[in-house]
């Protein structure tokens, strides 16, 4: 998967021939830049050998004006070529990200699961940015170094041919350096998005996880990390840099060689006769403009290459599969009671290791089904599968009489509301944090869901009230209050199945008693999943599950499965003596 190379042939026809016009554009303007280069030399000529020779002053003046005029129209070019290239190019960066940012958040669960976060910004800022050089001035520059280069060998075998193909020579063996390098660089370049993408998400879980690093005085540990990843980054760059290097100092060496001939040939030529003042001076300054595009191409060709690595990585990330492309997911849910049965469901994260096993309950709409038993039996993979966020392997789960794998996951997804245990809150206000499921809710149902979830009994303290900011540039909240944010938040979104992962951490016991109150709120006419660490929820839920090693080990209410004396009665007790 890693090395399936974007082609150039591909990127042309993705990237440039829907922008065909601006390029050509750009070409054009190319082209009557170079055409003007040309007239600076050629110009030279006639003043040295005409004009100065016959002390033609028209011919001085005629000849000063079309330099002017030139050099006017060069400038005016590449003004024009990186404003239009330079802009559009940008443009496209920014489409590209948006695209990108797109696919990676249509992707499903599992897919996070296995990536970091920071890896991830990195492709959608980083990556993309190569592009600037496919359609930007880049492969403009290149195709016009091109044309220049062709032009300006013509011109210099009309001068003199030996005096040219003497040059010919180092630039040959240049060319062939160069196309070399080339095959070393890319490679280079490509790993150097994926360390750099490593570094990054690695920084980026170094600074969330400040608090655990500290409190393990793990510091060092992270340092050296760092360290070593920065390291492998050095030598990346180190690898290209010479690469580089190498590249341009053989160019160096190799133009001098060529330059150093022309003016011993060139000389002894005009010694001969052979040549004249003029003639000669036009050689130089046509060398240097055929030259001039062949070292530029060494620096281009990184650039291109450098962009087509990025668009490899890129071109991998838009190929994962998103949750969308399941084709067979057909059924559009107009409404739900939120009716959810799971039948002989088993589930494995990774092939042959199966963490559930034969999982068939029903939950009626509107009931409450907590979800027990001891860390890692698989509470949380159930919930999961309710959500949509992981899907069976065996076995089925249906929602109104719907198979959800066949359900189409926006539709029952605006039906579906999380509450996390340490639940996200942006940056940003409480109200903004309560609207995020639905930005355009009413004032009213913003108040009701902030009553519901006794967000106001804190609130109502700060001077701005629901304005309030929180997080790095706000105030800092406590854990209750940040529940009762996400709680109020669920109210908002008034889903019709709600997974709830209630906090394990202790609360004080009115910040409890004001969540209890809410969750009951929340969970009111709702098919809710709970993973309960809370007595009083368990209680009151319809249907307990006690989950033992990803299957069901016991099945009722807390009264029924309280007078059975089984695996709930020994956790009960033992909390209850707790
Ligand atoms: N993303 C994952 N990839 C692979 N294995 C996983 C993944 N998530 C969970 N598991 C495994 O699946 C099993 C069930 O995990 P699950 O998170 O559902 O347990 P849980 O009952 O919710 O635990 P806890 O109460 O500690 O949160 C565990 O053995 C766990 O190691």
Partial sequence: MADKKVSILKAFKTIIWPRRNLVFIGLLLIVISKAASFVTPIATKYVIDDAFANKDVDLLKYLV?????????????????????????????????????????????????????????????SDVEGVRNLIGTGLVQLVGGTVTAIVALILLLRISVTMTLFTL??????????????????????????????????????????????????????????????????????????????????????????????????????????????????????????????????????????????????????????????????????????????????????????????????????????LVGSSGS?????????????????????????????????????????????????????????????????????????????????TDRFDDGLDTLIGERGVKLSGGQRQRIAIARAVLANPKVLILDEATSNLDTESEALIQKSLAELTKGRTTFVIAHRLSTIRKANQILVIENGRIAEQGTHDELIASEGRYYDLFTYQARI
């Fill in 65 to 125: 004006g079309a330099i002017m005029i030139a050099i006017t129209i060069q400038a005016a070019t590449s003004f024009l070529l990186t404003y239009i290239l330079s802009v559009q190019a940008q443009f496209l960066i920014s489409e590209l990200r948006a695209q990108v940012q797109k696919q990676v958040l249509s992707l499903p669960i599992r897919f996070f699961d296995n990536t970091k976060s920071g890896a991830l910004v990195s492709r959608i800022m």
């Fill in 169 to 370: 020579l180092p630039l040959a063996i240049f060319g062939f350096i160069a196309l070399r390098a080339f095959k070393i660089i890319r490679p280079i370049f490509r790993n150097r998005g994926k360390i750099n993408a490593e570094v990054t998400g690695r920084l980026t879980e170094t600074l969330g996880g400040v608090r655990v690093i500290k409190g393990f005085n793990a510091e060092a540990q992270e340092n050296k990390i760092f360290e070593v990843a920065v390291g492998k980054l050095f030598e990346n760059v180190k690898k290209s840099l010479i690469a580089t290097a190498a590249m341009t100092s053989s160019a160096t060496f190799l133009i001098g060689i060529a330059t150093t001939g022309v003016m011993g040939l060139g000389g002894y030529k005009i010694i001969q006769d052979e040549l004249t003042i003029g003639q000669f001076i036009e050689f130089t300054v046509i060398l240097g403009l055929m030259i001039a595009p062949i070292v530029q191409m060494s620096n281009i060709g990184s650039q291109l290459t450098e962009a087509l690595a990025g668009l490899d990585r890129t071109e991998e990330l838009m190929n994962q599969v998103t949750e969308a492309d399941e084709k067979n997911r057909t059924i559009k849910l107009a409404n739900i009671k939120g009716d959810m049965v799971f039948k002989d469901v088993s589930f494995a994260y990774e092939e042959d290791k199966e963490v559930l096993h034969d999982i068939s309950f029903e939950a009626k709409s509107g009931d409450v089904i907590a």
């Fill in 378 to 458: 698989g509470k949380s993979t159930i919930a999961g599968l309710a959500a949509t966020f992981l899907n069976p392997d065996a076995g089925k789960i249906t929602i109104d009489g719907n198979d959800l794998a066949k359900v189409d996951l926006t539709s029952f997804r605006q039906y579906l509301g999380v509450v996390l245990q340490d639940d996200f809150l942006f940056e940003g206000t409480i109200k903004e944090n309560i609207l995020f499921p639905r930005p355009n809710a009413s004032e009213m149902e913003l108040r009701a869901a902030v009553k519901a979830a006794y967000v106001d009994e804190f």
